[in-house]
């Protein structure tokens, strides 16, 4: 199993650009989760799913947009970057019940111009 | 509004000496405390976790202690190695919170040789 993966591992944009983050999980979780770290902010949720074709706003959702199509993806969207979103992307899966366990992605570090 | 109080920000240990991490809380509801890992350039990881039905829970060095009535929790590194230079993020969890947790923000421990 690969876990959960993210694509791309790094990027760099132009303010205004627009770009889609990849997250994919193998372990048929039901829940995912999108967060940003910044330095001394820890991780703060941006969006999150507790299922495919539902989508949450978590904590600093504004400027991003998600998308839950398939239960294995979630796409987190940025539609005009600015500098402020210059931070890593983590994405994070958990399944029902359990020990709520959420298991993390390697990041994408997101450099915006 | 910060949920969970994390400190010290950052913490510097001699090898083979004990590392302590203290985290407060504010919400009752929270039933589940979790201490994430996180290596330079990976994702965070679950490390050891904690319900408030018990006051301490030890894996190996690691060790959670649990104090309801203060609301608080530590972790304790007994033995801290270099290889247990990282950040460490403790965490909250609320049944009503659609499997969402809450961060601290985080310390950054290095364990010198």
């Known amino acids: 199993n690969a876990g959960v993966t993210q694509t791309p591992k790094f990027r760099v944009l132009k303010t205004g650009q627009s770009m889609t983050l990849l997250c994919a999980q193998d372990?048929?979780?039901?829940?995912m989760y999108w967060y940003r770290q910044d330095p001394g902010m820890g991780l703060r949720l941006i969006h999150y799913?507790?299922?495919?074709?539902?989508?949450a706003k978590g904590e600093v959702p504004d400027g991003y947009n998600v998308s839950r199509l398939k239960k294995q993806n979630f796409l987190l969207g940025l539609e005009s970057a600015a500098p402020s979103q210059t931070s890593v992307y983590f994405c994070?899966?958990?399944?029902?019940?359990?020990?709520?366990?959420?298991?993390f992605g390697p990041g994408t570090r997101l450099l915006v111009l | 509004q910060q949920q969970v109080k994390q400190s010290p920000q950052s913490l510097i240990v001699q090898k083979g000496g004990i590392s302590i991490i203290n985290c407060a809380y504010e919400n009752t509801a929270f039933d589940y405390f979790p201490w994430y890992q996180q290596f330079p350039g990976k994702g965070p990881a679950l490390l050891i976790a904690?319900?408030?039905?018990?006051s301490e829970k030890k894996e190996g060095r690691f060790t959670i202690s649990f104090n309801k009535s203060a609301k608080q929790f530590s972790l304790h590194i007994m033995d801290s190695q270099p290889g247990d230079s990282a950040t460490y993020f403790c965490?909250?969890?609320?049944?009503?919170?659609?499997?969402?947790?809450?961060f601290g923000k985080g310390t950054l421990l290095t364990v010198n040789p």
């Open positions: 372990m048929n979780h039901e829940y």
């Open positions: 799913s507790v299922g495919e074709g539902t989508t």
């Open positions: 994070a899966s958990s399944r029902t019940g359990g020990r709520k366990t959420q298991y």
């Open positions: 904690i319900r408030p039905d018990v």
């Open positions: 965490a909250a969890y609320s049944g009503g919170s659609n499997y969402k947790l809450t």
